[in-house]
């Protein structure tokens, strides 16, 4: 026993490294040389699950089940491959198996409350990583997700003492530093918010570039220096806190600006620096990733650096697309964005459905300015030709094209998307459509916005999910404009 003992162990060994064809073969080999060593297949199904190979995890969960019906695990992985494949009723139905055989299982408690989660219903899943948490308060996992669930019903105040806990037991885990920082940026605490969210290369999903050149960390370190500044995250980003590439310049730095090539003929020409879309081969004193520049510069809520020069479009672009978009003369010409990436892992908390907008036809002419629609959107479309949908127009291709789009309408109306922040950028009418919750850049209700843009107006959701309260807002002020 000692000896098999010692052969899972050296596969546990190779899978903490990450070296799953070796860690693969050893439990292979185990169970067929043992084949009611459970530990082989649960260790071996976890492989199988890290490398997305779900059929080969599931052949082995229901053997695992099959070996003894009494016991949960097999059912357990099974509700865990479910979840992964994005089957979440099915997923809920084994762990509701597994619990059923062992209500003391915290683990299966702990997931049923994550699969509630991304099923929508927040409140039993609260319930559910409480109930886990009674059992084993040792589990930072369920005090993290515990923290992300408060965090998307808008209580700050709980998810933060939940990611406290997650600290206590563990004050490594940059996942929870990452949600402090969030909340404290959302709450206006730049000075510890923008500091502590420098935590975010540590979590999955942040990749740190050039990390070859030193970093630049003080501002007195870039008078004088070639600073390479380079874009991160998305495309929004990069556009609202390109202000402080205007503030590098201003105090002697030569930077320069490394950007997404979506962005890159827009911003080449507002910008006294190089803008380049690939400064690899290029020599640098120092480098900086753009969103750690509020941090540099100490950026607090009440020194907020303006835009000193609105972004304009390519005079050419305008009148390309001014004849183009048949403007109407009568109506206000609303460009709308009212859904992002579907990637995203937010998109549905944020996008607005098409229907919304359908009684604005009577006085705007509607155009949608974005590359995407779900299939309910692309369903209304079809019954209302009258609204202009610009993602199928091939001369469409970069930035250069929306900033032309953007001036030629009288107002943008737009969820937090990138639209949002060049049309505010450009210093066009702009209106802000915000989900509860909504991103930390823009605080949160009952706290005055962070002043990122001064001709941007914010209408919020009074409740979460619900826009009716937007829509009447919007209409009031668009009905305004219109007169």
């Given at each position: 026993?000692?000896r098999?003992?010692?052969i899972?162990?050296?596969?546990?060994?190779?899978?903490?490294?990450?070296?799953?064809?070796?860690?693969?073969?050893?439990?292979?080999?185990?169970?067929?040389?043992?084949?009611?060593?459970?530990?082989?297949?649960?260790?071996?199904?976890?492989?199988?699950?890290?490398?997305?190979?779900?059929?080969e995890?599931m052949?082995f969960?229901k053997?695992?089940?099959?070996?003894?019906?009494?016991?949960?695990?097999?059912?357990?992985?099974?509700?865990?491959?479910?979840?992964?494949s994005?089957?979440?009723?099915?997923?809920l139905?084994?762990?509701?198996?597994?619990?059923?055989?062992?209500s003391?299982?915290?683990?299966?408690?702990m997931?049923?409350?994550?699969?509630?989660?991304?099923?929508?219903d927040?409140?039993?899943a609260?319930?559910?990583?409480?109930?886990?948490?009674?059992?084993?308060?040792k589990?930072?996992?369920?005090?993290?997700?515990?923290?992300?669930i408060?965090?998307?019903?808008?209580?700050?105040?709980?998810?933060?003492?939940?990611?406290?806990n997650?600290?206590?037991?563990?004050?490594?885990?940059?996942?929870a530093?990452?949600?402090i920082?969030?909340?404290?940026?959302?709450?206006?605490?730049y000075k510890?918010g923008?500091?502590?969210?420098?935590?975010?290369?540590?979590?999955k999903?942040?990749?740190?570039r050039h990390?070859?050149?030193?970093s630049?960390?003080?501002?007195?370190?870039?008078?004088g220096?070639?600073i390479?500044?380079?874009s991160?995250?998305?495309?929004?980003?990069?556009?609202?806190?390109?202000?402080?590439v205007?503030?590098?310049?201003?105090?002697?730095?030569?930077?320069?600006?490394?950007?997404?090539?979506p962005?890159?003929?827009?911003?080449?020409?507002?910008?006294?620096?190089?803008?380049?879309?690939?400064?690899?081969?290029?020599?640098?004193?120092?480098?900086c990733?753009i969103?750690?520049?509020p941090?540099i510069?100490?950026?607090?809520?009440?020194n907020?650096?303006q835009?000193?020069?609105?972004?304009?479009?390519d005079?050419?672009?305008?009148?390309?697309?001014?004849?183009?978009?048949?403007l109407?003369?009568?109506?206000?010409?609303?460009?709308i964005?009212?859904s992002?990436?579907?990637?995203?892992?937010?998109?549905?908390?944020?996008?607005?459905?098409?229907?919304?907008?359908?009684?604005?036809?009577?006085?705007?002419?509607?155009y949608?300015i974005?590359?995407?629609?779900?299939?309910?959107?692309?369903?209304?479309?079809?019954?209302?030709?009258?609204?202009?949908?610009?993602?199928?127009?091939?001369?469409?291709?970069?930035?250069e094209?929306?900033?032309?789009?953007?001036?030629?309408?009288?107002?943008?109306?737009?969820?937090?998307?990138?639209l949002?922040?060049?049309s505010?950028s450009?210093?066009?009418?702009?209106?802000?459509?915000?989900?509860?919750?909504?991103d930390?850049?823009?605080s949160?209700?009952?706290?005055?916005?962070?002043n990122?843009?001064?001709?941007?107006?914010i209408?919020r959701?009074?409740n979460?999910?619900?826009?009716?309260?937007?829509i009447?807002?919007?209409?009031s002020?668009?009905?305004?404009?219109?007169?």
């Amino acid at each position: 026993m000692d000896r098999i003992n010692d052969i899972l162990k050296k596969g546990i060994d190779e899978f903490s490294r990450s070296n799953y064809t070796i860690a693969e073969k050893i439990f292979l080999n185990l169970i067929r040389s043992n084949p009611l060593f459970f530990p082989a297949y649960t260790n071996l199904i976890q492989v199988f699950i890290s490398q997305n190979k779900f059929d080969e995890a599931m052949k082995f969960a229901k053997k695992l089940f099959n070996l003894d019906k009494n016991n949960e695990k097999g059912l357990f992985f099974i509700g865990i491959i479910k979840f992964k494949s994005k089957q979440y009723d099915e997923s809920l139905a084994y762990f509701k198996k597994a619990l059923s055989i062992n209500s003391k299982n915290y683990a299966v408690l702990m997931n049923i409350g994550i699969t509630y989660f991304r099923l929508g219903d927040n409140l039993k899943a609260i319930q559910s990583i409480k109930e886990s948490i009674a059992i084993n308060n040792k589990n930072e996992m369920a005090y993290y997700n515990l923290g992300v669930i408060y965090e998307d019903e808008d209580d700050l105040d709980m998810a933060l003492d939940a990611y406290k806990n997650v600290l206590f037991l563990n004050p490594k885990n940059y996942d929870a530093l990452h949600g402090i920082a969030q909340i404290q940026l959302t709450n206006l605490d730049y000075k510890k918010g923008f500091k502590n969210y420098e935590i975010r290369w540590y979590v999955k999903g942040f990749e740190y570039r050039h990390g070859s050149i030193k970093s630049l960390s003080s501002i007195d370190d870039a008078i004088g220096k070639k600073i390479l500044v380079w874009s991160e995250q998305g495309f929004g980003d990069t556009i609202q806190f390109s202000r402080y590439v205007n503030k590098l310049i201003n105090i002697g730095a030569i930077v320069t600006f490394e950007v997404q090539s979506p962005l890159l003929p827009f911003l080449k020409r507002q910008f006294d620096c190089d803008v380049t879309g690939d400064a690899s081969k290029n020599s640098f004193d120092f480098q900086c990733p753009i969103m750690s520049l509020p941090y540099i510069f100490q950026t607090d809520n009440k020194n907020i650096p303006q835009i000193e020069k609105y972004f304009d479009c390519d005079s050419e672009k305008y009148n390309f697309w001014k004849r183009r978009l048949l403007l109407s003369k009568d109506k206000v010409n609303l460009g709308i964005s009212i859904s992002g990436n579907k990637k995203h892992n937010k998109d549905k908390r944020r996008k607005i459905n098409l229907k919304y907008f359908l009684d604005f036809m009577n006085y705007c002419n509607i155009y949608i300015i974005q590359k995407d629609l779900y299939e309910n959107d692309k369903e209304v479309l079809k019954k209302n030709t009258d609204i202009k949908y610009l993602g199928n127009d091939k001369d469409w291709i970069d930035f250069e094209d929306t900033s032309a789009i953007v001036k030629n309408m009288d107002v943008i109306v737009s969820i937090d998307t990138s639209l949002i922040h060049l049309s505010a950028s450009m210093n066009q009418n702009s209106l802000l459509l915000l989900s509860k919750p909504s991103d930390w850049r823009w605080s949160k209700e009952g706290l005055k916005p962070a002043n990122w843009y001064n001709n941007l107006k914010i209408i919020r959701q009074k409740n979460k999910g619900s826009w009716e309260s937007v829509i009447n807002e919007l209409s009031s002020e668009i009905k305004e404009i219109s007169t």
